[in-house]
């Protein structure tokens, strides 16, 4: 259900950027990035009464993600951009048994922003700032032992963030652009073993039947490096 709305609410704003793009004769442009986030952690007891379990963290470091987005001008110097990201990552590591276990997440961000054009720009050259809203729908990929866990429950979470950016035209209509994004956002989730045991290099894993909570955090700095295209 709760995908069923982010996918509602992404297509509507989306649409309302496109009819507006058609609707008036300002600058309306399209872009593709990969994007660096310097950190991200998984809190795999949220609700611990132990506020050291509570605070424990399952650091899975940096990650690359691709995104693609749709910029409007609203006013001059002023623009509003809708983007959408796939977000992956999933680190592995060994117990004293070398049994694998295998943590990460996947995660569905669709970010609104205002950009404003800073005054000391050039027609080439353009530096800009800006901020907005993201909403996030994802999902912690947890197995031991090739065991995965299944997802059973997400929250749609919502966060703001704020960025800054330059982009160079190298023709009319093509440019390349940098751009550095902060953002802090937290999703809580949960998943379930539909198996009760497992035998791997001859350990038997026991795992629990009943749903368990985790948080996934996207806390780190975002680089990225896109392209542009200008429609108009």
Request: glycine share 8%; charged share 15%.
């Amino acid at each position: 259900m709760q995908r069923s709305s982010f996918t509602a609410c992404a297509f509507i704003l989306a649409s309302l950027l496109f009819t507006c793009a058609r609707a008036q004769e300002l600058p309306f442009s399209v872009g593709a990035d990969i994007r660096l986030t310097t950190s991200s952690q998984v809190f795999p007891t949220p609700f611990s009464i132990d506020p050291f379990q509570r605070n424990a963290t399952d650091d899975l470091g940096s990650f690359a993600s691709a995104a693609v987005h749709a910029r409007h001008g609203i006013i001059d110097l002023l623009q509003v951009q809708l983007s959408f990201e796939y977000i992956q990552n999933t680190n592995t590591t060994f117990d004293n048994y070398d049994t694998p276990t295998e943590d990460g997440f996947t995660v569905y961000a669709s970010e609104l922003s205002g950009i404003f054009t800073l005054p000391f720009s050039s027609k080439t050259i353009r530096m800009y700032a800006g901020g907005g809203v993201g909403a996030y729908y994802g999902q912690r990929d947890y197995n031991i032992a090739g065991i995965a866990s299944e997802p059973t429950d997400r929250d749609l979470s919502f966060g703001i963030h704020v960025l800054f950016g330059l982009q160079w035209m190298l023709t009319e209509r093509l440019g390349v652009r940098a751009e550095f994004l902060f953002r802090d956002p937290q999703m809580t989730v949960y998943n379930r073993f539909n198996q009760r045991t497992a035998a791997a290099n001859g350990v038997e894993y026991t795992f629990p039947q009943e749903q368990f909570p985790s948080k996934i955090n996207l806390n780190g700095n975002v680089y990225l490096l896109g392209i542009e295209w200008m429609l108009r």
